[in-house]
């Protein structure tokens, strides 16, 4: 067994153990009352950053949550990785769905994880993933294979749009300089067939509020006679998709990248069987845009979203009423070229026109971000498929996410350097649900192969 495995195979209980322990912690970005919570996160990554080996480690103040920032350097001739993670979470609810507690983690066995996976809250977006990045530090550093510098930045606001992020990549460009950006915050297609994600969606989140009478009205009294908001607004809602399931806002496709032919069937060699897909989601058949399969479906093409939609009555029983008001949240994914700011004017614009006399419509945008492609000729690319094969076994096949990470394209702008998205995660790892969990397979695995894409990534800069 060559160092790597011996180290990870002597270790793994404690790795996992110091997993759970910071899953633990309920570091709820979006809630305030966790507020102490996240605090308290990052001084933990703190304290792991400095045990694994960083030669400095500090909390930076940011005007929201802290960014931990750590390094060890070693020689300015030789190349230098940052690592970027996020030690927030996604709130946890609705809590009752959850088999056992979002911040007691367990490890069970699943049929996609015969060796058992942690449940936890954070479990693989992203505590899980970011740590994988701290361990492999620690492995490299007590076995003398680190081969390059390394600087950490773990970040507590991914989940609510990165804003103290952007505000701190933007003052601090010397300090944060690097030659390749490592993440793991995504996922590859299965345990037997690894994958580098390529390409991030951008995301436009916006909340609407349809008014119409100034205040609740008996619905027997006043219904027909005047706009209910509820009705209008699912209204305007429904026009948002055509009878193909276009998007029907003017100019919100004008620069969506038309993929060619030929990249259309590299992406369609990918693995993938619709009937697996269909059953582990209990659903008769897909749905979505006409011309476009699954996997383009959720990667190459810009969507919308209902995210949530409230409004009137909702308790117990009946009650006869029009609201005075309705709203909703709804996101939309964008494709690379579409500028998320350019797409929530369309939006708003667009939505302001559907509502008709007698309401009056607000559109509140939320966070964005632009989406992103990594080019698949660059060392650190090459880096990490040569990591893959050692430790899988086989090739990983380059795939674009539906997901985002809006930051990556700020630090393209602003650090003028590619990232790398090695992420470990699956699909059915329940990211953002109840009984979110992170295999111990892919745990270690992961591992294992970040210690060879710094050693790859090193020898191919020379
Ligand atoms: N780690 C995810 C993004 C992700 C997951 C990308 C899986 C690709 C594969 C990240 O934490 C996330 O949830 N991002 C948000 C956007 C953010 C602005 C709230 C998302 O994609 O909804
Ligand atoms: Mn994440
Ligand atoms: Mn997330």
Redo the contacts with the bound molecule.
């Keep these: 067994m060559n160092t790597i495995k011996s180290y990870v195979e002597a270790h793994k209980t404690r790795f996992i153990d110091e997993l759970i322990e910071l899953l633990k912690i309920p570091s709820i970005s979006a809630d305030p009352a966790y507020t102490q919570d996240v605090i308290d996160t990052a001084a933990a990554i703190k304290t792991s950053l400095e045990k694994a080996g960083c030669d400095h480690v500090e909390i930076c103040e940011t005007p929201g949550y802290p960014i931990v920032y750590g390094h060890k350097h070693i020689s300015d001739d030789l190349p230098t990785v940052l690592v970027y993670g996020?030690y927030d979470v996604q709130p946890p609810d609705p809590l009752e769905l959850w088999e056992s507690g979002p911040f007691e983690p367990i490890i069970k066995k699943t049929d996609i994880h015969p060796e058992g996976a942690i449940f936890a809250r954070g479990s693989c977006?992203?505590k899980g993933q970011m740590y994988m990045h701290v361990k492999a530090l620690e492995l490299m550093n007590e076995t003398n294979q680190l081969p390059c510098n390394v600087k950490f930045m773990i970040e507590g606001e991914?989940?609510?749009?990165s804003e103290s992020l952007a505000w701190f990549v933007e003052r601090n460009q010397e300090k944060l300089a690097n030659d390749v950006i490592l993440i793991s915050?995504?996922?590859m297609i299965s345990n037997t067939q690894p994958s580098i994600?390529t390409g991030?969606r951008g995301?436009s989140y916006v909340e609407v509020e349809v008014t119409g009478p100034n205040r609740d009205l008996h619905s027997g009294l006043y219904g027909g006679a005047v706009a209910n908001p509820i009705n209008i607004l699912t209204k305007m809602i429904a026009s948002l998709h055509d009878e193909n399931n276009h998007i029907t806002i003017p100019g919100f496709y004008d620069n969506v990248e038309e993929l060619s032919a030929e990249e259309r069937a590299e992406m369609a060699k990918a693995p993938f069987s619709l009937e697996e897909y269909k059953n582990a989601l209990d659903i008769d058949d897909v749905y979505g845009e006409k011309g476009y399969t699954t996997n383009e479906r959720n990667s190459i093409r810009p969507t919308l979203d209902v995210n949530g939609i409230w409004g009137g009555y909702t308790g117990e029983g009946a009650k006869t009423v029009i609201a005075s008001k309705a709203y909703a949240k709804i996101s939309m994914r964008l494709v690379p070229n579409q500028d998320w700011r350019e797409i929530t004017e369309l939006f708003k614009t667009h939505f302001e026109s559907l509502a008709p006399k007698g309401t009056t419509v607000k559109v509140t945008p939320h966070?964005g971000?632009q989406g992103y492609v990594t080019p698949i000729d660059n060392i650190g690319y090459q880096a990490a498929s040569k990591a893959y094969e050692d430790t899988f076994g086989v090739p990983a096949i380059p795939q674009r996410?539906g997901?985002?990470?809006?930051i990556v394209s700020l630090f393209e702008k602003e650090l003028k350097s590619k990232t790398i998205l090695m992420?470990f995660?699956l699909n059915s790892d329940a990211?953002?649900s109840p009984n979110e969990h992170f295999g111990i397979f892919n745990y270690l695995k992961g591992i294992e192969t970040i210690p060879l894409f710094y050693k790859y990534f090193t020898e191919l800069s020379k």
């Design positions: 996020h977006d992203d991914e989940e609510v749009g915050d995504t996922g994600t991030l995301l966070h971000g996410s997901g985002s990470i809006p992420g995660g990211i953002h």
